[in-house]
């Protein structure tokens, strides 16, 4: 294993320090493993919480900041984060107005949220929770019962955090962030295995020649493996899995995500990106909004995974809000 | 070699036909491969030009926008531009006030520029040049007479490029291109080795156990390999190699970046900027500005380089300054 790291031991505080010394504007309680806006929560503004497990930087503390989310609970590496962490976090952001939680479809991370959620109630502080299960490559996994959480993550805690900070309610702040997720589909590729530091060897073997087609981001299996194909190929395999089941008519639009599970450069990641707006303007489907880089990754893994959501006109209005997070900025 | 690609021979077109999907506010003309602002060239604002081989994105395309560049070019894969090209980009962003170009010190691509420059001239465009020699780690090498131009490429088009959208003309500009160069040094570490598509296998080889310490960014190499030891130690050599160079005053501030080569996760490099963090604060050196991520790559190396900056107050002026860029952006 070759990383840079102190200690496998001392992985997860190291970054949140490097974190915390980066952002000022966030506030980062490497014990308790909570990061949240340095700013006190708004009265009356719905707190959003997010987490899971590390490794996927900068999911989901690169994600905290006005217009987005307000704490991010990191777990160990690939481990959901505990339920009083999530329970610490929620209530640092709790306002008067309850707590939406955005949770991956794993079976650790649904569990936690759901004991975090029971404990936030016997506080007194309600709590929504927004399922996010987009990626089709494989129904039931090793890590999941239904489908996993990926890509679409991100479209999420951006809409339903816009939504959060113009004021919305809780239940209208989930209700738009299922939204998101009910029009959005996700199919990951691998090139490559990734390795965990406690681990210190790659979680599966992938020959030389050959690559993992619906790859989950634990690097957990997906539909096959097979030879390395043309990048047109492997997205009109991607495309073709994504719209079948959530088609999308001619003449409408689409978000588009290209997201880079760690290792894989920007260029590839651009050329992935246009060999998408190629196939999709074939089908008559116009890209209104693009997102082309590492946002929901998988340690050094190189991969790729391709989002689209269907967006009515308040989704677009809501992604187009400013945002100001490490990882997602524009308009302020 | 794994790569997302359809051909080695079609990658650079394809990589800018994505960035040119992704992005309808450049203009990027795949043919003679100029990447430029979709808006006309404002009458009496200097153009600012850069090019360098392209491996290194966002570097220079992902740098062109509102307080940054006017146009890149990108020549084939850690292969200069060439001057018909560069010559192009010139005459289109030139409004009358002289273009200046911003130039990694590398044997083809002063050259190459060089002789644009001179073509210009002799169109009636009055050029000048800033060339970036930030890299401390080794004193001539296998591409460069004198020091390499890394990571302070990012600062210089960046604070040039504010200057240039505030009105400034071409000698101010170029000298504060100049000033910002002078003032930044740069040192890299790489755990793997990079693959073009043209080569399709590794360009060097580097033991499961041995990084390459002062690295160049086409994996040219550094000073000496070693075994892998903590991320703080080798921050440690970096950072002293760096402020032996160019010392920094207990009580004055510093511009830090912490670039990944391109296969680094971010997590890392968040670590190893915490790490560049603690040690600074011992030396009483404030980090006034950072960057954490990837934005001088070498194709898919894992690495880290680490820039430091000693600004005034014009250059963290000029810093802040908005900017709109697919890969910087920030106040608009």
Request: aromatic share 4%.
């Amino acid at each position: 294993m070759k990383k840079f790291l102190n200690s496998a031991e001392t992985f997860i505080p190291d970054v949140l320090a490097g974190l915390a010394a980066g952002h000022p504007e966030l506030q980062v309680d490497v014990g308790q493993r909570v990061i949240r806006r340095a700013e006190p929560p708004r009265p009356g503004k719905v707190g959003l919480v997010s987490g899971g497990g590390s490794g996927h930087e900068p999911l989901h503390g690169g994600f905290v900041g006005e217009g987005m989310l307000d704490a991010a609970c990191p777990g160990e590496v690939f481990t959901s984060p505990v339920p009083d962490q999530i329970l610490a976090a929620t209530k640092a952001v709790d306002a008067g107005a309850g707590v939406v939680f955005i949770v991956k479809n794993y079976t650790g991370d649904v569990l936690n949220f759901e004991m975090a959620a029971d404990l936030a109630g016997d506080d007194g502080i309600a709590v929504e929770t927004v399922l996010v299960n987009d990626d089709v490559a494989v129904e039931d996994s090793t890590w999941t019962a239904g489908r996993r959480g990926t890509g679409a993550t991100v479209l999420v805690e951006k809409i339903a955090g816009a939504l959060a900070e113009q004021g919305a309610d809780a239940a209208a702040v989930a209700a738009i962030g299922r939204r998101v997720n009910d029009t959005s589909r996700s199919f990951a590729v691998a090139l490559t295995p990734c390795t965990t530091p406690a681990a210190g060897k790659p979680g599966f073997e992938l020959p030389d020649d050959e690559i993992e087609i619906g790859v989950g981001i634990h690097g957990e299996p997906g539909r096959r493996r097979e030879k390395l194909r043309p990048a047109r190929e492997i997205v009109a395999e991607a495309l073709g899995v994504i719209l079948d089941d959530r088609p999308i008519d001619p003449g409408e639009r689409a978000i588009v995500l290209v997201n880079g599970m760690g290792a894989t450069p920007l260029s590839e990641l651009y050329l992935v990106f246009g060999e998408v707006a190629a196939a999709l303007e074939v089908r008559g489907i116009r890209i209104a909004r693009n997102l082309v880089g590492n946002y929901v990754t998988s340690l050094d893994m190189a991969g790729v995974s391709i989002t689209v959501c269907a967006p009515d006109d308040e989704l677009i209005r809501l992604w187009d809000a400013p945002v100001r997070t490490p990882a997602l900025r524009w308009g302020v």
